[in-house]
């Protein structure tokens, strides 16, 4: 849908209409561009017009390349989160491999000090 709308010298919206003809185009400051579906009489001061479109004054996008550039951030971040989470698995399994060989070391001296200590006890009582 098609709307009239009067933009000041910094091409920030400063009045609209839905209901126009083209004599009021050949006034100076208004133009016929795309409506947004977010343009609305509550919010019009929120908007400026770039290049023949309507995009939102403190971001300079339309909300269709705010949304866009929202998901791309959220995907990054989604993204580095999974490769994270690897490093984190990979490290976990590092340290149970750590601790399961050391614990077969434990397991192998506590053998090696039980047999030394039978060796021992029984050679003093062969004395």
């Avoid at 709307?3 to 006034?27: H, R």
């Avoid at 908007?47 to 403190?58: M, P, R, T, Y």
Wanted: hydrophobic residues 35%; negative net charge.
């Amino acid at each position: 849908m098609k709307i009239a709308v009067q933009t000041d010298e910094d091409n920030q919206v400063i009045g609209y209409s839905t209901i126009y003809d083209k004599e009021q185009l050949q006034i100076a400051g208004w133009q016929e561009i795309e409506a947004d579906p977010y343009f609305n009489g509550n919010n019009y001061s929120d908007w400026k017009v770039v290049k023949g479109q309507l995009v939102k004054k403190d971001s300079g996008m339309t909300p269709l390349e705010e949304s866009q550039m929202a998901v791309t951030a959220l995907t990054q971040q989604n993204i580095q989160l999974a490769q994270e989470n690897n490093e984190l698995k990979a490290a976990v399994t590092a340290t149970t491999k750590e601790l399961v060989t050391t614990k077969t070391e434990v397991k192998q001296t506590q053998q090696a000090i039980t047999a030394l200590t039978q060796l021992q006890i029984g050679q003093t009582t062969n004395k």
